[in-house]
């Protein structure tokens, strides 16, 4: 019976030792299977960067096209209006104000693709459309002034306060 038990025990610590070996192993194989796993996700992840890259770099690039595109129809269009204007100027003090309005499509188109194509002169460029930008509101209201009135603001301030019944207070405008 004691060669038995000795023979069990050994073949006990024989397979102990074989199933240890295995699962060292089997450790040593995860272990490599997770660092490859982790390899991957790292090349993956510089992959999509990559991609995500060249997506925005194409992205920005179209839309600096588009406008692009947009800015030059801009300038043709206020510019057949402006030459229009000047080759019948009937109305010389009217018309004035009226092509220095036209002139803000093409000036606000211009400094809008150049800050896209040259972002670090964006706050000079804004500038220069904040300016031109309150030059129109000026130049609408000498317009108006021009059309209703005939050039006299009195007369437009004295139209207005006639109809001044008519007109509604802006609270009542009702949106949406």
């Known amino acids: 019976m004691e060669t038995r038990q000795t023979a069990y025990q050994q073949q006990i610590q024989t397979l102990t030792k074989l199933v240890i070996k295995s699962l060292n192993a089997t450790d040593t194989y995860i272990n490599n299977i997770t660092n490859t796993v982790t390899a991957a996700q790292d090349v993956i992840k510089e992959d999509v960067k990559e991609v995500n890259e060249l997506a925005d770099s194409q992205n920005s690039l179209l839309a600096t096209q588009f406008a692009g595109m947009f800015t ?23 018309q004035r104000k009226i092509m220095a309005v036209l002139w803000m499509t093409p000036i606000y188109s211009v400094t809008s693709w150049l800050s896209l194509v040259v972002p670090l002169s964006e706050p000079y460029l804004a500038v220069i459309r904040e300016f031109y930008e309150s030059y129109c509101v000026y130049t609408f209201l000498s317009f108006l002034i021009a059309v209703l009135g005939r050039g006299d603001r009195w007369a437009v301030v004295d139209l207005l306060e006639q109809r001044a019944d008519q007109l509604s207070n802006p609270d009542k405008f009702m949106c949406g």
């Open 72 to 94: 030059v129809l801009v300038i043709l269009v206020s510019g057949y209006h402006l030459s229009q204007h000047i080759r019948h100027m009937h109305s010389p003090v009217v």
